[in-house]
């Protein structure tokens, strides 16, 4: 074997010193349209994370946190009009019976774990593969604009950190997979929501435990993805427990600042506006468009299913 001559050496040094550093540097890229403080905690909390040699997680809520959820959430808007083309004429057995669950649904509260079971029973009977063609048609159809820019920029930095990134959800998981999957480069293992077994190629009403709604959202992530996350990211009152998970950033996406939430289902946030309970409680506030685009006609409007909340861009 032949030894390099010093000179080799010299000029193969600046070559080793740059894989050195591209090897064990990471660098943040701010997003432009969030404040400059919040891009500094952002950059100092990610770079405090360079020490650590085990698992890094992260674990963001989908609808209303990843990607907009005004004027109504993708899989109800999904389910019922999935329900009107396919159920709403039939007179058969089936067909009535899918169409008392939209009606139960219809009129019940949408912030439940009864409501998002229910949803699961709707699509009980499906194969995977159609129930996984209704939220990707939908999703084209009507939301594929809806992902927020600045949530695609900070998925960017915590993958350039080395995060597993997660993503957790109240709804349905096989409606929800492939979409999510393809617009986020994120594994489909690593999208878990509402799901149900399946059995002999078939959606089943049997539910698969735990359900990823309210506290069953923490649950998941000890059942599931086993380990605390450094960073968890939501928008409502149903990712309270979720968030309370982080042991680092908990960061709340367009907190409603209106509603105060009461009653047994608030929880620790009883008395408190989501906004007003993570200003108090350490919350890291972002603001992303979220506001209705497009002509659409939803089914969901047409079902006098009460609006989500519109939230355009503000700059705190």
């Known amino acids: 074997m032949k030894f390099l001559t010093k000179c080799n050496k010299l000029l193969l040094l600046p070559f080793f010193l740059l894989c050195f550093v591209s090897a064990y540097t990471q660098s943040y890229k701010p997003i432009d349209s969030?404040?400059?403080?919040?891009?500094?905690?952002?950059k100092s909390f990610l770079n405090s994370t360079l020490i650590i040699k085990e698992r890094k997680v992260a674990v963001l809520d989908c609808d209303g946190t990843?990607?907009?959820q005004a004027p109504h959430y993708l899989a109800d808007e999904a389910m019922y009009a999935f329900a009107k083309d396919?159920?709403?004429?039939?007179?058969?057995?089936?067909?009535?019976a899918k169409m008392a669950i939209i009606k139960n649904l219809s009129e019940g509260d949408n912030v439940g774990t009864n409501y998002v079971t229910n949803r699961i029973k709707f699509f009980s009977g499906l194969s995977p593969d159609e129930m996984e063609a209704v939220g990707n048609y939908y999703f084209h159809e009507m939301y594929q604009t809806k992902f927020y820019p600045e949530m695609r920029e900070l998925l960017a930095n915590l993958e350039t950190y080395g995060f597993e990134i997660w993503v957790l959800t109240a709804s349905p998981e096989v409606l929800y997979q492939k979409f999510v999957s393809e617009n986020l480069g994120i594994p489909v293992n690593r999208i878990?929501?509402?799901k149900s077994v399946i059995s002999h190629g078939k959606i089943t009403d049997n539910m698969v435990y735990p359900i990823p709604q309210d506290y069953g959202k923490a649950e998941a992530i000890q059942t599931v993805i086993k380990s605390r996350p450094l960073f968890v990211a939501g928008n409502s009152r149903g990712d309270l427990e979720m968030m309370n998970e982080s042991v680092g950033i908990k960061m709340i996406v367009n907190p409603d600042d209106s509603k105060v939430e009461k009653g047994e289902h608030a929880g620790a946030m009883d008395g408190y506006t989501v906004k007003k309970y993570w200003d108090k409680y350490g919350g890291l506030t972002v603001y992303s468009n979220d506001i209705p685009t497009g002509d659409y006609e939803y089914i969901s409007q047409e079902r006098r299913i009460k609006p989500n909340k519109s939230n355009p861009k503000v700059k705190p």
Do not use: C, E, H, M
């Open 34 to 42: 969030w404040p400059l403080d919040t891009n500094q905690k952002i």
């Open 66 to 68: 990843l990607f907009g």
């Open 86 to 96: 396919r159920y709403a004429n039939g007179n058969d057995s089936i067909s009535k």
């Open 192 to 194: 878990i929501g509402v």
